[in-house]
T-cell receptor, first 115, second 111 residues
Framework: EAQVTQNPRYLITVTGKKLTVTCSQN?????MSWYRQDPGLGLRQIYY???????DKGDVPEGYKVSRKEKRNFPLILESPSPNQTSLYFC??????????????FGPGTRLTVL | GEDVEQSLFLSVREGDSSVINCTYT??????LYWYKQEPGAGLQLLTY?????DMKQDQRLTVLLNKKDKHLSLRIADTQTGDSAIYFC???????????FGKGTMLLVSP
């Protein structure tokens, strides 16, 4: 089944404790992206990657890192989480070369709470 | 810069039609999308329209595009309680992967 998976789905942590949220897709998509969703603010893009070893900042990159060593994986790293990073995080992937719709496929989300 | 605006909330009764509106500012937008987010889930593509189209119909869904006013709407006929969700409007430009999303419209369908 074509899908985007994220782990963990839920995480409660404390300020300053490094964490990684994994994202993996099995559709051979070149483009991957991380968003955070907050009430009243909608979806905001954190980082995106056009292909392996090619990452770029989105609208709200501060406090986050990403890497793209393999096509299928795009982990989100919080080196020193703070309470304002408490949010719902989504990973997405797409293949703009495909049938032309540029549909983004979303993971199920990771709800992060930083105390 | 790019901006996509939506009303935040819509409440309808089961069986009525729902119309969710969206405005965008980037005139070079090529694809316009409607995504649906059910409670506790990620976003799923509901429908899309190319900028060279005025209307697209897919079963209970009708998308209308007014390019002159940069206005997009999603009409859901015979709205059901299962349609209760958050609906996001999004735009992208041909050849670019990044989507710009609106803040989402929460649709509440009451019996």
């Amino acid at each position: 089944e074509a899908q985007v998976t994220q782990n963990p789905r839920y995480l409660i942590t404390v300020t300053g404790k490094k964490l990684t949220v994994t994202c993996s897709q099995n559709m051979n998509h070149e483009y991957m992206s991380w968003y955070r969703q907050d009430p009243g603010l909608g979806l905001r893009q954190i980082y995106y990657s056009m292909n392996v070893e090619a990452t770029d900042k989105g609208d709200v990159p501060e406090g986050y890192k990403v890497s793209r060593k393999e096509k299928r994986n795009f982990p989100l790293i919080l080196e020193s989480p703070s309470p304002n990073q408490t949010s719902l995080y989504f990973c997405a992937s797409s293949d703009p070369r495909g049938q032309g719709t540029n549909e983004q496929f979303f993971g199920p989300g990771t709800r992060l709470t930083v105390l | 810069g790019e901006d996509v605006e939506q009303s935040l909330f819509l409440s309808v009764r089961e069986g009525d039609s729902s119309v969710i509106n969206c405005t965008y500012t980037d005139s070079s937008s090529t694809y316009l999308y409607w995504y649906k987010q059910e409670p506790g889930a990620g976003l799923q593509l509901l429908t899309y329209i190319f900028s060279n189209m005025d209307m697209k119909q897919d079963q209970r869904l009708t998308v209308l595009l007014n390019k002159k006013d940069k206005h997009l709407s999603l009409r859901i006929a015979d709205t059901q309680t299962g349609d209760s969700a958050i609906y996001f409007c999004a735009e992208s430009i041909l050849g670019y992967s990044t989507l710009t999303f609106g803040k989402g419209t929460m649709l509440l369908v009451s019996p």
